[in-house]
């Protein structure tokens, strides 16, 4: 079994990226900023690119990385977000239909 140069990051990393499938799964966040924060770790985790357990959150970040993330929108104006809020939506119920068993699988990785 190969050591990671830095096995205590790795595990720690591990265990945010468990605790984020979680909160996803129990609607505590949603499933684009979840994608996206689990993508953001996935290499300190020890996941290549081409994990199966990452495929399916690559392909929502692919499909929605038109949704601006939150710090963003916070220079969006209110008009401008409610004219596409609808549309995220539809985005963020197509990323948890799709995304529910990957991360089901991804949490009980470790």
Known sequence: M????????????????????????????GYIEGTRLILSRATDAGLKDHDSYLMDFIGIASETDIVPTSQVLKMWSAEAVAKKSPYWAELETWAKEFGEDACRKLHSRW
Do not use: V
């Not at 190969?2 to 966040?29: D, F, H, V, Y």
């Open 2 to 29: 190969c050591m990671s140069l830095n096995a205590p990051l790795q595990e720690q990393t591990r265990l945010e990226i468990k605790e984020l499938c979680r909160q996803m799964i129990e609607g505590e966040i």
